[in-house]
């Protein structure tokens, strides 16, 4: 299997996968809205290293998220598409990137919480009213 290219919306980042992503997280934090536009955020956790930036670079937004946590939000600085955040934890990758996001599954929201009226949770997956463990 060829790697999986993912792109901003103006194509000066590109990120590479080794092994093609699947599961989906939804994050209804306040934070993602203002960042998406005001819906989820729809974000890839892989291990680390499975995707790395491999042309452009990325601007970085420094923020205390509703955890509590610092969360450094990467984006294009041409076009203001997310590209990932770097959690203390784990790294997230934004499914919008990716061509094959038809083919993503979600399999759990966080931050339901948070949600606005806007945006229709799905149910068919468990939700968590703050960030998953
Ligand atoms: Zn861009
Ligand atoms: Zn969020």
Redesign the pocket.
């Known amino acids: 299997m060829s790697d999986e290219i993912g792109k901003?919306?103006?194509?000066?980042?590109e990120v590479t996968c080794s092994e093609l992503p699947k599961n989906v997280i939804a994050c209804y934090c306040s934070d993602c809205q203002k960042a998406s536009g005001g819906g989820p955020s729809f974000n890839i956790i892989v291990p680390d290293g499975d995707i790395q930036v491999t042309k452009?670079e990325t601007s970085i937004f420094n923020v205390t998220a509703d955890s509590g946590n610092s969360v450094e939000r990467h984006f294009?600085s041409?076009?203001?598409?997310a590209v990932y955040s770097k959690l203390s934890t784990r790294t997230v990758w934004k499914a919008g990137l990716f061509n094959h996001i038809q083919d993503l599954e979600l399999v759990a929201n966080v931050w339901g919480s948070s949600d606005n009226k806007l945006s229709i949770i799905n149910t068919e997956v468990k939700t968590f009213d703050k960030g998953a463990s």
């Open positions: 901003c919306l103006c194509g000066r980042i452009g294009c041409n076009c203001g598409s």
